[in-house]
């Protein structure tokens, strides 16, 4: 996803509304898509944006716990990333990130920023249905705790720096 997805034309796009509206625009999304999932009514598309957001969040706080945790322990990051990998850790962020934010590049894929705003998003919904989300509550403090402190345009992996502190 973010720029770099969009740019890519490899954005898995969640939609709400009319199927015959998104028909006449698919044309259009499968341009920056790969992936165009019709979720249901108007609306839908938000929900399920807001879900992949609560997942995303929750990999990237979990993944830089696990990095710092295992440095501060003496072990081997990278022979950790990779052991892990081969067991039920195994996931996309574990593949990807990790060798960024150790060549020390925080450039975004993704801008902390942008998670920010999202997980706010998510939280509003939740609290406007009732639904306690404690967990995405306590990371849109980090990723908020980013954009305080100036780093909003760095990739959200880079949430490692605030639990590095």
């Known amino acids: 996803g973010g720029d770099i ?4 034309g490899t954005l898995s796009i969640m939609v709400g509304g009319d199927e015959s509206a998104l028909a006449r625009a ?18 839908s598309g938000q929900v399920a944006k807001a879900a992949n957001q609560i997942m ?3 990999q990237m706080v979990a993944m ?8 501060k322990c003496g072990a081997d990051v990278p022979k950790v990333v990779e052991a892990i990998k081969g067991g039920a850790a195994q996931c996309w962020t574990l593949d990807v990130k990790p060798p960024r934010l ?15 705003k999202d997980l706010g998003i998510v939280l509003d919904s939740a609290r406007e249905y009732g639904i306690p989300l404690p967990s995405t509550a306590v990371n849109a403090q980090l990723f908020q705790a ?5 780093q909003g345009d760095k990739d959200n992996s880079a949430v490692v720096g605030v639990l590095e502190q």
């Open 26 to 43: 698919l044309p259009v999304l499968e341009v920056t898509g790969k992936k165009i999932t019709h979720i249901g009514p108007a609306g």
């Open 64 to 71: 830089g716990e696990l990095l710092v945790f295992a440095k």
């Open 56 to 58: 995303v969040a929750a």
């Open 146 to 150: 980013m954009v305080q402190n100036g």
């Open 102 to 116: 150790f060549d020390g590049n925080r450039e975004p894929g993704f801008k902390a920023s942008m998670q920010s």
């Open 5 to 8: 997805g969009a740019r890519n």
